[in-house]
């Protein structure tokens, strides 16, 4: 997964605000952390990196890799149960990969609960198992912990760690917590070393 | 159930209230050509129930409410759908439906009684009535549906039929429940109006109407009766499907 001299400005209230300016990224097999200040253009990456936004000039290049992501809200359907939630990003249903995505995200017990019948951790547990479902090979990860107490985040880093290593799959989270970053991930990048004239390759 | 007896104690106490001062008026007035009373259209209204012309009437009437409050909803529901996802659509259709919306229910029953037979004109009045309701509300429910989940949906390439499954139609369903509700009861406002200006036989609409024709006052009444209870029950069994109250306007 590359990324490579991309620039993205925003228009405000304020006027025009450039967010990444020449910015170079490259990630590989693994968990590579971006840290940085709020407001520097982390979700910005990975929404380009995910194809859902568009640069204003360069390219992000994911080699039409499947992609899983964990949005920085929740974002469940509110009227399906969890295991619907995850048959719907799914190619084709495969009742089989969703027991297996339970089971790896300790859902099991979970499958035919509603979103608002769970606590915020098991929501974020949806969410991840979410991202996993289809079998990604890049896995992008917005503040996945947002709103969790310690003791939820430490299991979830574990979890995510042991998936990321078992699957094969690249993975890039963003977060504003170093501790997060630092038991997560194999790298981290301040995002202000790749934003302007620096570049990051693994 | 103390709390049950004693609210059903309220709703006989209020509906007693009425019916005396319905008989009240009635005796003030002193004319049963005029204004009968509660007793006299009861027995109106049974004397009703044991003819098979009562039936019939209501049958059809009932016929061109549902099939005007189906088609349009069935409609309104395609149309909504495709004027929330395509915005060509909505423009196209957003002043036809304001202009159908705002033209008073009179002006289409007789414009729609140049064209069609007297007893289908009822159930197209009853559609154009019916359908801007639907096609707004379910437009609405598309364009209001949460924008982040759409793009998640976006994000994994979700088929459109999933989509309306899971994401859609359950953001839609209280803008559809409410519009099945006021469908239902514009409904039978405007066939009952639409049968009585259309001459459409049988129907309710013109038993009314005859009845103020031969001065028939207590049949006039019953036959009044006869559609609000009509009309309660139809709403109540709808209730009982759709499973929730009728939500605000």
């Known amino acids: 997964m590359k990324a490579r001299h991309i620039y993205k400005n925003y228009q405000t209230a304020a006027g025009n605000c450039r967010v990444l300016s020449d910015l170079s990224f490259d990630a590989g097999p693994g968990i590579t952390g971006l840290t940085g200040p709020s407001g520097t253009g982390k979700t910005t990456l990975l929404r380009i990196l995910a194809g859902l936004e568009k640069p204003d000039s360069g390219t992000a290049d994911t080699d039409g890799k499947k992609i899983g992501y964990v949005f920085q809200e929740d974002r469940l359907l509110p009227a399906v149960s969890v295991r619907r939630n995850l048959e719907f990003v799914q190619e084709k249903p495969d009742r089989g990969r969703i027991d297996e995505v339970l089971r790896m995200t300790g859902l099991t017990e979970k499958a035919d609960s509603l979103p608002d019948e769970l606590s915020g951790g098991m929501k974020r547990r949806v969410a991840l198992a979410r991202a996993l479902v289809s079998k990604p090979e890049i896995l992008l990860m917005d503040e996945p912990f947002t709103g969790l107490d310690p003791e939820l985040t430490a299991a979830l880093i574990a979890d995510i760690k042991t998936i990321v290593k078992e699957n094969g799959i690249t993975a890039v989270v963003v977060s504003h917590q170093q501790g997060e970053l630092e038991a997560l991930c194999s790298r981290i990048v301040p995002l202000s070393q790749i934003n302007g004239s620096g570049e990051y390759s693994d | ?249």
């Open chain 2, 1 to 249: 159930m103390k709390k049950a007896h004693g609210r059903a104690a309220v709703v006989i106490s209020a509906a007693l209230f009425w019916l005396i001062l319905w008989e009240c008026v009635s005796l003030s007035v002193g004319s049963e050509l005029i204004f009968p009373g509660p007793v006299r259209t009861l027995a109106a209204l049974i004397g009703l129930l044991g003819t098979s012309e009562f039936y019939t009437s209501v049958g059809w009437t009932m016929l061109r409410v549902f099939g005007g409050v189906f088609l349009s909803v069935g409609l309104g529901i395609v149309f909504g759908i495709l004027s929330g996802f395509y915005e060509p659509v909505r423009t196209i259709l957003a002043p036809a439906v304001s202009t159908v919306r705002s033209l008073p229910v009179v002006s289409v029953i007789i414009l729609l009684n140049l064209w069609l037979k007297s007893g289908v004109v009822p159930l197209a009045v009853t559609f154009f009535v019916c359908f801007p309701i639907t096609w707004t509300n379910v437009t609405e429910g598309i364009l209001s549906t949460d924008p982040l989940l759409v793009e998640m949906a976006d994000l994994y390439r979700v088929p459109a039929g999933r989509r309306l499954r899971d994401l859609y139609f359950p953001a839609l369903r209280p803008y559809l429940n409410a519009s099945l509700m006021n469908a239902v009861g514009m409904g039978w406002k405007s066939t009952v109006t639409a049968e009585v200006l259309a001459a459409a036989r049988p129907s309710a609409g013109m038993n009314l109407y005859y009845a103020k024709l031969y001065l028939n006052t207590p049949e006039l009444f019953a036959w009044t009766v006869a559609l609000i209870l009509c009309s309660m029950i139809v709403e109540k069994i709808l209730r009982l499907i759709i499973g929730k109250e009728r939500p605000a306007i």
